[in-house]
């Protein structure tokens, strides 16, 4: 009767992990709100575009859901309707880019330039090839490529927190042409989005992404050096 019982109860919670995994792999539409009263005056929009995107050694990515893409474009028309608060998560430089947008009446545009499923295969958590000097600080380091990113730009990574069942911003610690790189505690869902902020709504539209490009691997290497680097020199990269 025992044996009986116990078998029961590791089904129920077998059943019940399965059930669990399933609904946080799709993540819901959040309702967007409307423009904070501090920025009735800057104007804000989302395009949504998919270049071929590419992840570092220890990752696997896949193709997102049409619902999971839906969900990472309501989670960014949401930070935009609050920019002074999305600023605070951000670098003191681009948190001042914003602030004067909101301040000057100028335009903020958020390109999505790829929504995929990410999960770890043989990467661990401050401890894989290019972070060991790091130690067990409980971060992945993700190298993410992808064709619409260059030197210079300003990148966001929307990383879906499935304990708390929203996104999370978090701003990479490199940028390259065609590659960005960044710490998360954990990953699922990721959105990357490039910020695009003009002062005076007059100038020239913001040109789209190039796509068909092929990912230059070569400027992921890059990152994945100074990441090693900075490892072996005992530098800890810290979430921003």
């Given at each position: ?61 896949s193709e997102s859901s049409e ?174």
């Amino acid at each position: 009767m025992k044996k009986k019982v116990i078998a029961l109860a590791l089904s129920l919670v077998l059943a019940f992990g399965s059930a669990t995994t399933a609904f946080a792999a799709s993540p819901t539409t959040e309702d967007t709100g409307v423009p904070s009263q501090d920025q009735q005056n800057v104007q804000t929009s989302v395009v949504q575009t998919e270049n071929p995107t590419s992840v570092s050694e220890g990752f696997k990515l896949s193709e997102s859901s049409e619902q999971t893409k839906k969900s990472a474009e309501s989670a960014v028309k949401k930070e935009l309707n609050n920019l002074t608060t999305l600023a605070q998560k951000l670098s003191p430089e681009l948190q001042s880019k914003i602030n004067e947008a909101v301040r000057n009446g100028g335009t903020v545009t958020a390109q999505i330039l790829g929504t995929k499923d990410i999960t770890p295969t043989t990467a661990q958590k401050g401890g894989d090839a290019f972070t060991q000097a790091d130690g067990a600080d409980g971060f992945y380091t993700i190298v993410l490529g992808n064709a619409g990113i260059k030197a210079g730009d300003d990148i966001v990574v929307l990383n879906y927190n499935e304990i708390a069942s929203n996104w999370d911003v978090i701003q990479p610690f490199a940028v390259a042409d065609g590659a960005i790189a960044y710490k998360a505690a954990a990953v699922s869902h990721v959105a990357i989005v490039k910020i695009v902020i003009t002062n005076n709504s007059s100038d020239a539209p913001v040109p789209a992404p190039q796509t068909g490009e092929t990912v230059p691997y070569a400027a992921m290497a890059m990152i994945l050096v100074g990441v090693a680097g900075a490892a072996v020199a005992g530098r800890k990269f810290t979430e921003r």
